[in-house]
């Protein structure tokens, strides 16, 4: 089943002189990981904020296409240009990059519930629905807390807990990590791939981490100068070394180093992971 279909997007914003999306089309599936990588400046922040409605019902400017959600539990379809902003994130929740401009209530639990009581639900659901994203982001015992006082990785796991509060069948992250040391990274993308697992969300997923796109994303799409230049399987799009160099996205390190040594005819087909890569070249795992 189809929950996002993009079609022929275009969008500029308002006194920019060029398009930041320039014919943009695509679809997602029900369970899917869409990764979606591309130099700095290529569109990616700009689709995300289309997947959600603020462009173009909060950020004006020229706006062609269509944008369609539709919601996998009750099967309704929603062109996000058509569709108030109040309903989209119930149905398609964005994370932006920087938790801290998220964040802005005095305790973790306040935060959670902010966006929940806006939603005009009662107390007990309220609470029901705390309790459960801060279980699946693993904040519980923090609800006292004062959000500057956590941790980059906790921080963005709270942004995330209070989109997930609104219960929304797919997940829009714009590099979520890039703010993020190791420790952190490895929270939230292990966040991601909990809840698409467990929990049977959709997720697109914008993220200079290659490594995790390429291993666990089901397609990536490849942008460039607001258009899809490449979109294909991890595997597919890695066969693309050329294009992605010069682009200047780094492949995760196995996938140079297979790349070269299939050049020099050593491997046959890329490895994806170190593991896979000594295997094929009959390394310690075999
Ligand atoms: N509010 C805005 N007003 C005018 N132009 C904008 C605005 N936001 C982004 N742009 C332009 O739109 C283009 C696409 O930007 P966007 O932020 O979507 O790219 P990106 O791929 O997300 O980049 P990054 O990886 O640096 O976040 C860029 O040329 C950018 O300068």
Redesign the pocket.
């Known amino acids: 089943m189809k929950v996002i279909s993009v079609e022929n997007l275009s969008f500029k914003?308002?006194?920019?002189r060029?398009y930041?999306l320039k014919d943009v089309s695509f679809e997602v599936k029900k369970g899917e990981l869409l990764g979606v990588i591309?130099?700095?400046?290529?569109?990616?922040?700009?689709?995300?904020l289309a997947l959600n409605g603020i462009i173009p019902n909060s950020?004006k400017g020229e706006f062609s296409g269509d944008v369609v959600i539709r919601d996998p539990r009750t099967g309704e379809e929603y062109n996000t240009k058509e569709t108030p902003v109040s309903k989209l994130p119930t149905v398609v929740g964005l994370v932006l990059?920087n938790p801290e401009s998220q964040l802005f209530n005095m305790t973790v639990e306040e935060e959670v519930a902010f966006g929940l009581e806006n939603l005009g639900l009662d107390r007990n659901e309220i609470l029901r629905r705390l309790r459960w994203a801060l279980e699946v982001t693993g904040l519980r015992g923090l609800e006292k807390e004062f959000p500057p006082n956590l941790s980059g990785g906790q921080q963005q796991r709270l942004a995330i807990a209070a989109v997930l509060a609104m219960r929304p069948a797919i997940l829009v992250l714009?590099?979520p990590t890039s703010q993020l040391d190791p420790v952190g990274k490895r929270e939230v993308l292990g966040l991601v791939s909990l809840l698409r697992k467990e929990h049977g969300m959709t997720v697109v997923l914008?993220e200079?981490h290659t490594d995790y796109v390429f291993r666990f994303a089901d397609r990536i799409l490849v942008?460039d100068d607001?258009g899809i230049v490449l979109e294909g399987t991890p595997r597919e799009v890695a066969e693309e070394a050329e294009t992605l160099r010069k682009l200047g996205i780094k492949l995760p390190a196995s996938l140079e180093i297979s790349h070269e040594l299939r050049k020099r005819g050593i491997i046959e087909s890329p490895a994806f992971t170190e593991e896979e890569l000594l295997s094929r070249i009959g390394g310690p795992s075999g």
Do not use: F, N, W
């Not at 914003?13 to 920019?16: L, T």
């Not at 591309?38 to 995300?48: D, R, V």
């Open positions: 914003y308002r006194r920019a060029s930041s591309g130099p700095s400046g290529s569109g990616k922040s700009t689709l995300c950020i990059q714009d590099e914008v200079h942008m607001g």
